[in-house]
T-cell receptor, first 115, second 110 residues
């Protein structure tokens, strides 16, 4: 059972397509995150939102565009991606930021394949 | 440089064979050390948070400990269902930074 729901679970898109990943958290948290997980690499932080405001952009290319309309929903808009962007994209949430020792809870992830 | 290093990268155990996973960290001002379990194709599942050296936490066959330089995840009498990748992460300073290690892939054979 997870309090963070991601859709779709699997997505295949061409390099010229535009698609979006959706995340919803049911935990009442105020912070939400996008992470990228590639094979054999540590989780890589992409974006952080706290109370709907973006507080971290970890030098992510502009072909990834996040949107956070409220504290419960987070989107990642994708356009003109490259094959090397194929990875597992994980959404997460926390009550407060991990810099205060708060725990981050993850969703099941969206598997993205760029062809 | 702030970093988290896990060892070994992969560990194969027989059912019932106890062992430990290591997580070494070098961060300034540790705020929390986190352990997660990740099954193939799924998101990381939270296990433990440790805040200060000397702290220990247990859950079923798992026990996490913390020193000033590293954390251990001890697995006692593991079962095949304990097979997964175990991730550790460290949060530091007051920002939203959380650094993950590369994980230890544990395989427990019956």
């Amino acid at each position: 059972e997870t309090g963070v729901t991601q859709t779709p679970r699997h997505l295949v898109m061409g390099m010229t397509n535009k698609k979006s990943l959706k995340c919803e958290q049911h935990l009442g948290h105020n912070a939400m995150y996008w992470y990228k997980q590639s094979a054999k690499k540590p989780l890589e932080l992409m974006f952080v939102y706290n109370f709907k405001e973006q507080t971290e952009n970890n030098s992510v290319p502009s072909r990834f565009s996040p949107e956070c309309p409220n504290s419960s929903h987070l989107f990642l808009h994708l356009h003109t991606l490259q094959p090397e962007d194929s990875a597992l994209y994980l959404c997460a949430s926390s009550q407060g930021t991990p810099g205060s020792g708060n725990t981050i809870y993850f969703g099941e992830g969206s598997w993205l394949t760029v062809v | 440089e702030d970093q988290v290093t896990q060892s070994p990268e992969a560990l194969r155990l027989q059912e019932g064979e106890s062992s430990s996973l290591n997580c070494s960290y070098t961060v300034s001002g540790l705020r929390g050390l986190f352990w997660y379990r990740q099954d193939p194709g799924k998101g990381p599942e939270f296990l433990f948070t440790l805040y200060s050296a000397g702290e220990e936490k247990e859950k079923e066959r798992l026990k996490a400990t913390l020193t000033k330089k590293e954390s251990f995840l001890h697995i006692t009498a593991p079962k095949p269902e304990d097979s997964a990748t175990y991730l550790c992460a460290a949060s530091y300073n007051q920002g939203g930074k959380l650094i993950f290690g590369q994980g230890t892939e544990l395989s427990v054979k019956p």
